[in-house]
Nanobody, 118 residues
């Protein structure tokens, strides 16, 4: 497993922006896919966006065009730039780091609250 440190959540008005950051602890391993998931009250955790070590990106339909995921491999950090936030984006956002090559792992951050409210 790896340790993940998240930052950047908070309270924002509709139409506003936030940037989340997630740093993992394993500097000696490549081939790590990093991603963001979210869980709203009473709902299941859902994919927001993922990015592979090679830069392949996947977005949920609900955030396509508003959110941008990126990573800095030298800093072992992934970012989620969230623009034009809407009320329905309110959730706890979780960072995920996954490696499917040996040694494999699937680690989660502690979560950071994002609240969109007027």
């Amino acid at each position: 497993q790896v340790q993940l440190e998240e930052s950047g959540g908070g309270l924002v008005q509709p139409g506003g922006s936030l940037r989340l950051s997630c740093t993992h602890s394993r500097s000696s391993w490549g081939a790590i896919t990093m991603g963001w998931y979210r869980q709203a009250p009473g709902k299941q955790r859902e994919l927001v966006a993922t990015i592979t070590s090679g830069g392949n990106i996947r977005y949920a339909d609900s955030v396509e065009g508003r959110f941008t995921i990126s990573r800095d491999n030298n800093k072992r950090t992934a970012y989620l730039q969230m623009d034009n936030l809407q009320l329905e984006d309110t959730a706890v956002y979780y960072c995920n780091a996954k490696r499917t090559m040996t040694p494999t792992f699937n680690s989660w951050g502690q979560g950071t609250q994002v609240t969109v409210s007027s």
